[in-house]
């Protein structure tokens, strides 16, 4: 289920389709912890424990640098869901701000099998029709605030960041 306005499903599926059975995800010592076609059944065992969340709620994610990232992205986005990563590093008190301001439906923890899916109490964000993804800026001088994302920005931003200003990196070749 790959929605046609967004832009970094389907450059996961070009992705996909060149390098299936390629590593994708590497351990520390090397070992490949995921090819992409496993990053791809991953994504699609975890959409449905989604399926209760209606389109364009904000989903709170909180499993640090699990190899569970990817494919908990891909679920979400093919849900349209909101993804919003959240440290672990934040005091209680610091997330339930974070969630609260940010209006989530639920938290993901637990990088391991299984995901916990706690669904948050409380008023939730409107639709954000112009957001794919929050992120959360550092909070140094305030309480943290989300900014707003679409995909097209996020590939821009991983272009930019693995290539420079100019050149298309996101694709794997």
């Known amino acids: 289920m790959i929605s046609p306005d967004n832009p970094l499903l389907a ?3 070009e992705t996909l389709a060149r ?14 912890v995921r090819t992409f076609s496993q990053i791809e059944n991953e994504a699609m065992e975890l959409q449905g424990p ?3 969340f209606p389109e364009r709620s904000v989903i709170a994610v909180q499993i640090g ?7 908990l ?8 869901l909101i993804p919003l990563p959240v440290g672990a590093d934040l005091a209680p008190a610091e997330l339930d701000g974070a969630l609260a301001t940010c209006g989530t439906s639920a938290l993901v923890t ?15 964000t409107g639709p954000l029709p112009d957001a ?3 992120k959360l ?6 309480l943290p605030r989300a900014i707003r994302f679409r995909a097209d920005q996020l590939i821009a931003d991983a272009d930019s960041t693995v290539c420079g200003s100019g050149n298309r990196g996101f694709n794997l070749q």
């Open 11 to 13: 450059a996961w599926s």
């Open 19 to 32: 390098n299936a059975e390629r590593p994708a995800i590497f351990a520390e010592d090397g070992r490949v």
């Open 50 to 52: 989604f399926d209760p």
């Open 65 to 71: 640098n699990s190899p569970r990232w990817p494919a």
């Open 73 to 80: 992205l891909l679920a979400l986005m093919r849900r349209r």
């Open 110 to 124: 637990n990088a391991k099998q299984p995901i916990e899916i706690a669904p948050r109490p409380g008023p939730r």
């Open 132 to 134: 794919d993804f929050l």
């Open 137 to 142: 800026t550092s909070g140094t001088t305030a």
